[in-house]
């Protein structure tokens, strides 16, 4: 995992003082660790509020990054050591397989959705529905998932970004993959048609209910992970893969390569121009 050509040139630059190329490493990390945060949490506010102080915590430690890893590897490392950090914190209510399951099999005797909108409404409940099972996973357990599952890291990189043992690792990433498969298999219509939980009935029933408006600063803008800006794979090549794939990987994966919001980065940019963060030697771990 050894850095991309260019990035130890870039990083001298911001390291020198250059402010373009400080701007530009924040570029290369801040839509990566956005979407981990976005994956590790439950709320959409609370991962552009975790992406902005990973971000600050980047910056300041830019000093420590020696090149042994990929500059996006590294950020990752100093994202999953803060994800884990800020809720041993700020404990999070649990959700689990046995909750969610239930409320999945109750919509199962709905009627399809059948309106204009039918289309981005399982989309909606899809991406929500995935999100949702993420949080069924122990903490620790869920970032190793993402990180093997989701964003696809060999287990040596995923491994080191965790701060553990490879066998350790691929231990808990099979646990994470079996609760997973065991808990979808025979009720997502997704992976199998015959499966007691499809996303336009589930559609049906969260709509009517009002349950797909967003929270806090997401407040009624519906529905918004399927109209969330993406700067990579979108939407539908998402569905796509999952449609020809139809395993549970690709379930967990088929949410776009999502961006950065507009403000986030606006946000950050400002902090970077203000001159409160200086870039610091620090302990990043590499």
């Known amino acids: 995992m050894p850095e991309a050509p260019g990035e130890r040139a870039l990083v001298d630059r911001a390291l020198a003082g250059e402010r373009a190329a400080l701007e530009e ?10 979407r981990l945060a976005l994956r590790m949490e439950w709320r959409q506010p609370d991962a552009e509020d975790a992406t902005q102080e990973i971000l600050i915590r980047i910056v300041t430690n ?8 990929a500059l996006t590897t590294w950020a990752y490392r100093i994202a999953a050591n803060h994800l884990l950090n800020r809720r041993r914190a700020r404990p999070e209510a649990q959700l689990s397989f046995d909750t969610l399951g239930a409320e999945l099999d ?8 059948g309106g204009v909108d039918a289309e981005l409404l399982a989309d909606e409940v899809r991406l ?8 069924c996973l122990g903490r620790e357990e869920r970032l190793v998932y993402v990180l093997g599952d989701i964003v696809g890291l060999p287990s040596r990189e995923a491994a080191w970004i965790v701060g ?12 994470a993959r079996e609760r997973v498969r065991a808990f979808t298999a025979g009720r997502c219509g997704l992976l199998d048609a015959a499966a007691t939980c499809h996303c336009s009935r589930r559609a049906t029933r969260v709509r009517a209910e009002g349950r797909l408006r967003g929270e806090g600063r997401l407040r009624g803008e519906v529905p918004y992970l399927a109209r969330h800006p993406a700067s990579g794979r979108d939407l539908r090549v998402a569905a ?20 950065a919001p507009g403000a ?16 610091l030697d620090g302990d990043g771990g590499d």
Request: glycine fraction near 6%; aromatic fraction near 8%; charged fraction near 25%.
């Open 128 to 135: 929500r529905c995935t999100q949702a099972m993420l949080q």
């Open 106 to 113: 109750r919509s199962a005797e709905a009627e399809p959705y």
């Open 240 to 259: 796509a893969e999952l449609a020809e794939l139809r395993s549970v990987a690709a379930l967990m994966r088929s949410h776009p390569d999502y961006a």
């Open 164 to 175: 553990v043992g490879d066998a350790a690792y691929r231990m808990r990433l099979q646990r």
């Open 62 to 69: 830019l000093g420590s990054w020696r090149g042994s890893a």
């Open 25 to 34: 490493v924040v570029g290369i990390v801040r839509d990566p660790v956005y």
């Open 264 to 279: 986030l980065a606006a946000a950050v940019d400002d902090l970077l121009r203000s001159g409160r963060y200086a870039i």
